[in-house]
């Protein structure tokens, strides 16, 4: 007997999430691969380093300026408080990791519900816009991500339904499966950015919290996992409510 997946239903949102992340995962293995996706690496790279700028925001600090390097990978300078405590430093380097993770949560709760589609693609490229203005301050980020922010807004405005909801989940997937990229990083006590050598964001929690480095990346990863984790679920179990019908039958 032949399967039928009913359209909307909670196997097709399944299926279509399964479809962007194997995307993911092989995109580099593709002819051009690493070429189409390139300018997604310098928007991981973004949310990464938001994270870090935005968390020093949020606990009262100035974010200063973000860097994105051609290799994809970048920094985020900000002024903190001398009196900025420990936990507060600590939480500062955590934003960088979980912050993709986040955007990839929200992004992939978005893709099951087509009133948001839009939305979403506009308040992304606000933001990518808004960045540039206040605080990119390097070619690469200064020449990519507007031009991410342009194929948002033509997603939004001319892309089919079927195609803005495959982009989403596309980006929530990759912002979501980044810490894989970057998981030398998060093992690492210190990594070597723009010539320089500096802590990884791990070895600064360690700095700070003193626990090693590899248990804030363990714990980074575990609350990764629980985000995202928790994202599908409410996006999958979204899709199978029955839907009503208007007018009745």
């Not at 808004?130 to 405005?157: D, E, H, K, N, Q």
């Amino acid at each position: 007997m032949r399967s039928i997946v009913t359209p909307g239903s909670q196997a097709e949102q399944a299926g279509r999430l399964f479809l962007a992340a194997i995307l993911v995962v092989f995109l580099p293995q593709l002819p051009l691969g690493n070429y189409i996706g390139y300018p997604f690496v310098i928007l991981t790279t973004w949310f990464h380093e938001m994270g870090h700028g935005l968390t020093a925001m949020l606990l009262g600090n100035s974010f200063e300026q973000l860097v994105i390097l051609p290799g994809g990978s970048g920094f985020a300078l900000s002024s903190i408080d001398v009196e900025a405590s420990r936990v507060e430093r600590a939480a500062i380097a955590a934003g960088g990791p979980i912050a993709p993770s986040l955007v990839g949560a929200m992004l992939i709760l978005t893709s099951a519900k087509p009133r948001l589609w839009q939305a979403a693609f506009y308040t992304l490229a606000a933001v990518l816009v808004g960045s540039v203005l206040v605080w990119v301050r390097s070619w690469t980020g200064i020449l990519v991500l507007p031009a991410m922010a342009l194929m948002f807004v033509y997603v939004a405005r001319a892309a089919t339904p079927a195609i803005q909801r495959f982009i989403l989940q596309f980006v929530g997937i990759l912002a979501a499966m980044s810490m894989f990229h970057d998981w030398d990083y998060l093992f690492s006590q210190s990594a070597v950015i723009n010539g320089q050598t500096m802590l990884s964001d791990t070895g600064a929690m360690e700095a700070q919290l003193g626990l090693p480095y590899w248990f804030w990346a363990g714990a980074i990863i575990l609350v990764s996992f629980a985000i995202v984790g928790m994202a599908l679920k409410i996006a999958l179990k979204a899709n199978a409510r029955p839907k009503s019908v208007w007018p009745p039958r």
